[in-house]
């Protein structure tokens, strides 16, 4: 079992940056894949990233590709997500999720293929 913690949001201006952390807490955190996923306002929950456990092995939303970079150290127990050049369609409460997986596994991109949910950072960004 794995406890998450977000944190690292905050009011930021377009065009700016944050990084946000998922800290995990329990047993072999090496062995789970890690997703962020975000939700908007009166939105659907959308898949944002994925690290899995292989840490070249990473896999992005086409909105965020080439702007976030999600990473990992299992030293650590955390998972990070790099958020560049933000836009105010960014704005969303983000949420990193985990799964237990073999190493040669492709995270899922849906919600529900997670078990464990952290409680979510804000990140806002104005224009």
């Known amino acids: 079992q794995v406890q998450l913690v977000e944190s690292g949001g905050s009011s930021v201006q377009a065009g700016g940056s944050l990084r946000l952390t998922c800290a995990a807490s329990?047993?072999?955190?090496?062995?789970?894949?890690v997703a962020w996923f975000r939700q908007a306002p009166g939105k659907e929950r959308d898949f944002v990233a994925a690290?899995?456990?292989?840490?070249?092995?990473?896999y992005y939303a086409d909105s965020v590709k080439g702007r976030f970079t999600i990473s990992r150290d299992n030293a650590k127990k955390s998972v990070y997500l790099q958020l560049n050049n933000l836009n105010p369609e960014d704005t969303a409460i983000y949420s990193c999720?985990?799964?237990?997986?073999?190493?040669?596994?492709?995270?899922?991109?849906?919600?529900?293929?997670?078990?464990?949910w952290g409680q979510g950072t804000q990140v806002t960004v104005s224009s």
């Open positions: 690290i899995g456990r292989r840490t070249s092995d990473t």
């Open positions: 329990g047993r072999s955190f090496d062995r789970y894949a």
């Open positions: 999720a985990a799964l237990s997986v073999i190493v040669t596994a492709i995270p899922p991109r849906e919600a529900h293929g997670y078990t464990y």
